[in-house]
């Protein structure tokens, strides 16, 4: 029997003006590993993420990069939305999925990256 440890720490830090930065890391520990199970004995992850509120929060900017557990691939993304008022905001987000090796999760996905467009009305 082969068990799993899944550990993870996360900080948020926001002590500039507008901005918070999130960083996320990850570990996953296989106990009596063997040389049959696809996985490494050790696999780490990690997300990082920056968020600005701007022009009287009415503008949102994010950036993240996340690098999925086991090298498996990663994705970086960059979004903005704007309120142009109470009920009406528009907005954008690119996402970049990043893989090399066809054994990664995300490696059926390096082609087909996004571009998301909306507008958001809302009913008050």
Known sequence: ????FEFSLGADYSGLKDLTINIELANAYIHNHSAQIAN????????LRFDWRLYNDT???SLQHANILGDNGSFSSVSAVYELSNSINIGSKFISFDSY????????Y???DLLE?????YLN
Do not use: A, F
Request: proline share 3%; no cysteine; net charge negative.
């Open 59 to 61: 503008l949102d900017i």
């Open 117 to 121: 467009l909306t507008l958001n009305y």
């Open 1 to 4: 029997v082969n068990e799993v």
């Open 101 to 108: 090796s066809n054994s990664q999760q995300l490696y059926p």
């Open 40 to 47: 490494k004995q050790n696999e780490y992850g990690y997300n």
């Open 110 to 112: 390096r082609h087909q």
